[in-house]
């Protein structure tokens, strides 16, 4: 994807590198030689929040129209040809099941890992109060997300609305109906508008492209904004959520998928992993699993002997909709953010969590950094300051290559699993 070369020869993420260093080891002078002063209180207001903020918004700007077009899309291809029902149930129910396990290995890693506490909590109160998110109208949301409210919110009395005010569940509850619908009608009408929906999302997937090419700015702008204010505490912080993310990740890899393999896919694991080796190896450099595709097709049929059929159409749109990796990555992040800026989320909400996430790996695109657009909108939506983003910016090209392979190698577990019993040779 164009979102991995950046012009003038240096690569985006080096830039990203130098973005991630120049804010910290200045943000960190800053809060040495002139913490607590005016000027640097104004650089921090008026320079570094700005561009931060750019950069926050641009994503925001993509997340309505990626998640509408993702998730119709993926509906619609589950769906298609009736042929294609029976692995069609069986791939929805991989996905939905893998991954969230997936998310509720990230999920219980940071409860008991607890990444983000260690800031005393008035400094996560005063970053919470201090953030451009509007705090007044985010109490009161907290406060609505509570009870049977929790599961009427889903459904949206008025799909705009929802868009506008940021609801992220309530508009992926709208398009997956939409592409309910898009599925059962087949008309002329629907195949056109189909086709416009295809075009919405491959312009988000380019302008996504576009818009992670700002992000070595915006890293050395977040991040000179908060170690400017936190000094030391805050590196500490970043290196225990990094481990714990790699923790989770390297769970997921080793157990749960080396046990579906063996006990649900009936092979060999170490066969398998062996065999996939191309798939993990390009995943991890490319960061990203619609860059891997071709190479993820390649394994599925001829190294892992999975019939074209199956194996076409599970990676196919596994490399959008499942992705183990993000989703889990996804939990972990807006967990740690939580802790991090002191905001109390009890297990209601983190359920809630749980099932977004999920969605949030359906809806996020298969280019570096496709899911941040995701955790931004769900900060939003439990009132975490979505600047937190910034803190976990100058990371995110590492964790991104480690939960691609881990999203890479999901699509082609679950392509195993799914062909298990299929017969080998097309019958239709
Ligand atoms: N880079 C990931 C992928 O392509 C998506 C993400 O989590 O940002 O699978």
Redesign the pocket.
Known sequence: MSGTDAPGGMSLHTKMLIGFIVGIVAGLSANVFAGGQEWLNWVVTYVANPVGQLFLRLLFMLVVPLVFSALVLGVVEIGQPSALGRIGLRTLTYIMVVTGVAVLIGLVAVNVLQPGTGLPPETGQALLASSQANSAAIVEKQQAISGIDLLLNIVPKNPIQAAANGELIAVMFFALMFGVAATVIRSDGTRSFLGAVQGVYDICLTLIGWVIRLAPYAVAALLFAITARLGFDVLSQLARFVGTVVLALAIHFFVVFPLLIKYVGGRSPIDFFRRAEPAILTAFST????ATLPTTLMVAEERLGVPRRVGRFVCTLGATAN?NG?AL?EGVTVLFLAQFFGVELGLGQQILILFVCILGGIG?A???????PVIASILVMFGIPPEGIGLILGVDRFL?MC??TV?VTGDLVGAVVVARGEPAEETK
């Open positions: 960061s990203s699993s619609s992705m993000t990555f996020a298969g280019v570096p950094g496709g899911s941040l991104d939960r691609t999203n």
